[in-house]
């Protein structure tokens, strides 16, 4: 039986692919001409088959291939780790020049921590692809999640991501506050290594 991309997951991949080699493009790019290296790491993933289906269900939509690829966002997924916090607006500068694809919608948790402290840029891009899409048009438009963050903010979201899913946490409000109180701090630091960058640079 097809899963929840109904056969659409190879051109999934081939998508994420194309756009980690654009943002590599302006990278190496970068890096060459001015010997600047303008993020620390990128990773992507695909939303597994079963994990879209719970989203799907979670968000009152019907699991299948149209709510997949159409009205969830985030089956690709893409993460871009920056040494500092001003990396990040550089590379939102950039993705919103790459060809084939433009930005439908921008979260700045940066500016505007959610209430438990997570930080991170997200971005939703459309992108063309040469493969028809589950519309029929040509070339296909399909959506990518874009996540950029510091290394700081990447640790914390990875450390409340697993502490998340301990089910049986003793003061969970506790732990809740000690969380928010340790995403503070590394903001506090990610501001204070822009600084100490900016005066050696000076
Ligand atoms: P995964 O496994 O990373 O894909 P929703 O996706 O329904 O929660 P929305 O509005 O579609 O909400 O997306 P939003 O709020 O922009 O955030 C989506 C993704 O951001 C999440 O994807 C996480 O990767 C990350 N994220 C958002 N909030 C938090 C948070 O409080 N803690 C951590 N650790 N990550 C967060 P998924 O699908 O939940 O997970």
Known sequence: ?????????PIL????????????????????????KLF?????RLKTPESMEDKCRRDGL?????????????SIGIRIVCLFIDDIYRN?????????CHVVLEKDFISAAKPNGYRSYHMILEAE????????NTPGLYFAELQLRT???????????????????????????????CAGELAACDVSLQTIRELIRQ
């Not at 039986?1 to 997951?9: R, S």
């Not at 991949?13 to 080699?21: C, G, P, W």
């Not at 979201?157 to 109180?181: G, M, Q, V, W």
């Open 62 to 74: 019907e699991p299948c291939p149209r709510s997949a690829l159409k009205k969830v966002h985030d």
């Open 40 to 44: 620390e790491h990128l990773s992507w």
């Open 129 to 136: 692809s040469p493969a028809k899409d589950i519309d029929g």
């Open 1 to 9: 039986m097809a899963d929840i991309y109904g056969g659409y997951a």
């Open 92 to 100: 939102i500068e950039e993705i919103k020049k790459l060809p084939g």
């Open 13 to 36: 991949h081939n998508i994420a692919v194309e756009l980690q080699n654009k943002i590599n493009g302006y990278a190496d790019a970068c890096m060459k001409e001015r010997g600047e």
């Open 151 to 181: 290394i700081a903010m990447d640790t914390w979201a990875a450390l409340e991501h697993e502490l998340k899913y301990k089910k049986d946490i003793k003061h969970p409000e506790l732990i809740s506050e000690e969380l928010k109180r």
